[in-house]
């Protein structure tokens, strides 16, 4: 562990996992999405190639349709194999993960495996994501691969039956069954995550549907972390109320048992903010990017000033924040490694951050999508849209990636 100031530039800790085929892999890739106009250009091409051959094979129920194809490799997806997917995910599969997962550990970081799959839409969607979930578990657990498994709601129940829940809507005696199942498969989960001594990281969605889940994870929490923080929802700073709905929670829990956040900034926003404007009510998300800072900012203090009813994953690539961080946990002399404190960044992403905390000594770990490359294809792309949209992340990695070609030359 290093005992100087920590610091985010520097390269050689950051890339130390990377060979010089992957630095200059991610070069290329930074520089083609920090081109502005000639990046955006690429995205549209891409996506109306990949609908282009899905149409073209008949993927009736691929990506664009459905999470169960499975066809014939093509050409562009060789090509997205040999591009971007090594970039973003980890493996096809759990056995392609662990050479992955393994390099990332010699560094001190973790994984956390997550199944990209989406657009679950029946009862044999949700059975199978179930089992893919367990299935995760169980390999992690006798491989020593990980400690950590997470999961989107939408993937083990009905989108419209979570608005419905959320909106207090009465249900019909065929609907109360469907949520009666929509729970049992949460509790599944969380059952052999606590068996096999894993925590359980429960993925945020949209505003309308994010009632019903927290309703759910609450159950979860009351009978899983009573001693330690085994089930941690997601709280997405990026919507305004989200501050107040903590300080009530732990008002009405403390005592009783342990809080587990997964705190991070938020992934809908242009959509929340398109569908309030729709249904004309107020935009649930924070008016600026200074207004969701200070939330986030927020939840984080009282989190960490809290911890001993808490547990916390911080889910941020913002420097500022996780220096903040940082400096919180030694203004309430709480140790780096104190196991209920983490900091995650998405893998591919935000080296610089992760891999300077693990050197610290801090609890780190890289959430590491993997999956058939046609049915990861729409977290590829939202991966791309992302780094794109926010510039000064975009050039942040691409300054750093050509700072470690130049020092390794």
Same mark, same amino acid.
């Given at each position: 562990?290093?005992?100087?100031?920590?610091?985010?530039?520097?390269?050689?800790?950051?890339?130390?996992?990377?060979?010089?085929?992957?630095?200059?892999?991610?070069?290329?890739?930074?520089?083609?999405?920090?081109?502005?106009?000639?990046?955006?250009?690429?995205?549209?091409?891409?996506?109306?190639?990949?609908?282009?051959?899905?149409?073209?094979?008949?993927?009736?129920?691929?990506?664009?349709?459905?999470?169960?194809?499975?066809?014939?490799?093509?050409?562009?997806?060789?090509?997205?194999?040999?591009?971007i997917y090594?970039?973003?995910?980890?493996?096809?599969?759990?056995?392609?993960?662990?050479?992955?997962?393994?390099?990332?550990?010699?560094?001190?970081?973790?994984?956390?495996?997550?199944?990209?799959?989406?657009?679950?839409?029946?009862?044999?969607?949700?059975?199978?994501?179930?089992?893919?979930?367990?299935?995760?578990?169980?390999?992690?657990?006798?491989?020593?691969?990980?400690?950590?498994?997470?999961?989107?709601?939408?993937?083990?129940?009905?989108?419209?039956?979570?608005?419905?829940?959320?909106?207090?809507?009465?249900?019909?005696?065929?609907?109360?069954?469907?949520?009666?199942?929509?729970?049992?498969?949460?509790?599944?989960?969380?059952?052999?995550?606590?068996?096999?001594?894993?925590?359980?990281?429960?993925?945020?969605?949209?505003?309308?549907?994010?009632p019903a889940?927290?309703?759910?994870?609450?159950?979860?929490?009351?009978?899983?972390?009573?001693?330690?923080?085994?089930?941690?929802?997601?709280?997405?700073?990026?919507?305004?109320?989200?501050?107040?709905?903590?300080?009530?929670?732990?008002?009405?829990?403390?005592?009783?048992?342990?809080?587990?956040?997964?705190?991070?900034?938020?992934?809908?926003?242009?959509?929340?903010?398109?569908?309030?404007?729709?249904?004309?009510?107020?935009?649930?998300?924070?008016?600026?990017?200074?207004?969701?800072?200070?939330?986030?900012?927020?939840?984080?203090?009282?989190?960490?000033?809290?911890?001993?009813?808490?547990? @916390?994953?911080? *889910?941020?690539? +913002? =420097?500022?924040?996780?220096? $903040?961080?940082? !400096? /919180?946990?030694?203004?309430?002399? #709480?140790?780096?490694?104190?196991?209920?404190?983490?900091?995650?960044?998405?893998?591919?992403?935000?080296?610089?951050?992760?891999?300077?905390?693990?050197?610290?000594?801090?609890?780190?770990?890289?959430? @590491?999508?993997? *999956?058939?490359? +046609? =049915?990861?294809?729409?977290? $590829?792309?939202? !991966? /791309?849209?992302e780094n794109?949209? #926010?510039?000064?992340?975009?050039?942040?990695?691409?300054?750093?990636?050509?700072?470690?070609?130049?020092?390794?030359?």
């Open positions: 562990m290093k005992k100087n100031n920590l610091e985010f530039n520097n390269t050689k800790i950051a890339f130390s996992h990377k060979s010089n085929n992957d630095l200059n892999r991610a070069y290329y890739l930074f520089k083609l999405l920090s081109l502005g106009i000639i990046s955006k250009i690429g995205r549209k091409l891409l996506k109306t190639l990949i609908l282009m051959d899905s149409w073209k094979l008949g993927w009736g129920n691929s990506f664009l349709f459905g999470p169960r194809f499975v066809g014939k490799s093509t050409i562009l997806e060789h090509i997205v194999r040999k591009t090594p970039q973003f995910c980890g493996g096809r599969d759990i056995i392609e993960c662990e050479e992955v997962i393994n390099n990332l550990k010699k560094n001190n970081v973790y994984s956390i495996l997550d199944y990209s799959v989406e657009g679950s839409s029946t009862e044999k969607d949700f059975e199978y994501s179930i089992s893919k979930c367990l299935n995760i578990l169980a390999d992690s657990k006798s491989k020593n691969l990980s400690r950590f498994i997470v999961f989107k709601p939408s993937a083990v129940g009905r989108f419209s039956l979570y608005k419905k829940v959320s909106s207090k809507g009465k249900l019909s005696f065929e609907e109360k069954m469907e949520w009666e199942k929509i729970e049992n498969r949460f509790n599944m989960i969380c059952l052999e995550a606590s068996k096999k001594n894993f925590k359980v990281l429960v993925d945020a969605e949209e505003s309308w549907i994010q889940i927290d309703e759910i994870v609450l159950k979860m929490m009351e009978k899983y972390n009573v001693d330690d923080a085994v089930v941690f929802n997601t709280i997405q700073a990026y919507r305004r109320n989200r501050f107040d709905y903590l300080v009530k929670l732990h008002q009405k829990i403390s005592g009783k048992f342990k809080i587990g956040v997964k705190l991070v900034r938020g992934a809908y926003m242009e959509k929340e903010r398109e569908r309030a404007k729709t249904h004309k009510y107020l935009s649930p998300i924070c008016d600026d990017k200074s207004h969701t800072d200070k939330v986030f900012n927020d939840s984080l203090e009282y989190i960490i000033q809290n911890i001993h009813e808490f547990g @916390l994953f911080i *889910g941020s690539h +913002n =420097e500022k924040s996780n220096i $903040l961080s940082t !400096r /919180l946990l030694k203004q309430y002399e #709480i140790k780096n490694d104190d196991d209920r404190i983490w900091f995650s960044q998405l893998y591919g992403m935000s080296d610089n951050i992760s891999f300077s905390l693990a050197a610290y000594g801090y609890n780190v770990a890289k959430y @590491l999508p993997f *999956g058939p490359v +046609n =049915e990861v294809m729409p977290y $590829l792309l939202r !991966r /791309l849209d794109s949209s #926010i510039s000064s992340q975009t050039n942040r990695e691409l300054q750093l990636i050509k700072k470690e070609i130049k020092r390794r030359k």
